[in-house]
């Protein structure tokens, strides 16, 4: 494509024309609404691509009022995340994120009540409004992003950052993401490290980037060091099967991989009632955050919580000191907590 200079601002027509499609189709990709329109993802990219080229902002006006600063950094939760107590998952990252605030002198504005009322989703935009809006940019964070949402966001020029990958077909989300990747791959080097050959996998039904970041760096560290997992759960298939427990009682793994505490805490119960003892028999490790527990703490995957609200924060804040700046994504290294579930394969 090739932009022809113009006098004024591009609208809407402008990059339908360029990008070959509909003004119906323009005004439902950026409005998020693409997937729902079926709307094919060659022809979204088209669109996003005439967007980039034109320097198209769906709401001038919009972006005009954000060049006067408030000093207030929202931070908006696609679902009920706040906690309620210290142990909740999503507890450090926001004392990060409001230590930070507090440090860089901005004040926050936390944004809870632009959901249905029902305890669904929790929408960014009501009646074709921006809510976040109100603050010079926001922190995202939450299971349930709405994606399109996410790309409506980024084409308007919107100050934010998400907690956690995020993929957004033709749009570049900012975000501040946990190397789960990495991580994943050292507890294998671990494994090895320890004279593990073969292992097992225990996949959660989940298809998200972080157990999609999970799983690559799992099977790239055993195929890279040459280990034998021959596990269901490495196929791809979920969950525990009782055919493969029995398995494991007399087959050649010597340690097992979960994607979860609960997976593993059902695998060592189970184990049990075979007579088999974690980590005598069977040496097991969490991709997750683990708590102390009577039996001792699994070997784990450690995500610098409060660290990676900080980090969201300052990413945020470099963004409105120099608004023509898109953001680049940051990784930020995740530790392997030490436990008592590993050991030497004794056989």
């Not at 980037?209 to 759960?233: F, H, I, K, N, Q």
Request: glycine content about 10%; overall charge negative; proline content about 6%.
């Amino acid at each position: 494509m090739t932009a022809r200079r113009r006098d004024r601002a591009p609208n809407q027509a402008d990059v339908a024309r360029l990008a070959g499609v509909s003004q119906s189709a323009v005004s439902r990709v950026i409005s998020g609404d693409a997937v729902r329109a079926r709307i094919p993802e060659e022809t979204r990219k088209r669109v996003f691509d005439a967007v980039r080229e034109l320097g198209y902002v769906a709401n001038p006006a919009a972006r005009a009022m954000r060049n006067k600063r408030t000093n207030l950094l929202g931070v908006h939760t696609f679902e009920a995340v706040f906690p309620h107590a210290r142990e909740d998952f999503y507890f450090e990252f926001l004392q990060g994120i409001e230590e930070r605030a507090e440090e860089t002198g901005y004040d926050l504005v936390l944004f809870t009540s632009t959901g249905s009322g029902d305890g669904g989703r929790r929408n960014i935009y009501r009646d074709g409004t921006n809510r976040l809006g109100l603050a010079d940019g926001s922190v995202l964070l939450g299971v349930s992003t709405d994606r399109g949402e996410l790309a409506r966001l980024w084409y308007e020029g919107y100050p934010f950052i998400h907690i956690g990958r995020r993929e957004v077909p033709g749009a570049g989300i900012p975000c501040v993401i946990p190397d789960y990747e990495t991580a994943a791959a050292g507890i294998v080097e671990k494994l090895a490290a320890l004279g593990h050959r073969s292992i097992g996998y225990l996949r959660e039904p989940l298809e998200m980037e972080p157990y999609t970041d999970r799983r690559e760096g799992y099977a790239r560290a055993v195929r890279e060091l040459g280990l034998t997992d021959g596990s269901p759960g490495f196929r791809g298939e979920t969950g525990l099967s009782d055919a493969w427990l029995d398995h494991l009682v007399t087959g050649p793994e010597t340690a097992v991989v979960a994607e979860s505490v609960r997976l593993a805490e059902t695998l060592r119960t189970k184990l049990a009632e075979r007579g088999l003892r974690v980590p005598d028999d069977l040496s097991v490790a969490v991709l997750e955050g683990a708590p102390e527990q009577p039996e001792g703490r699994w070997v784990s995957l450690e995500i610098p919580r409060v660290e990676i609200g900080r980090t969201a924060v300052d990413q945020l804040i470099a963004m409105l000191d120099d608004p023509g700046r898109r953001a680049d994504s940051l990784l930020v290294p995740c530790s392997i907590a030490a436990g008592t579930t590993l050991a030497p394969p004794r056989h």
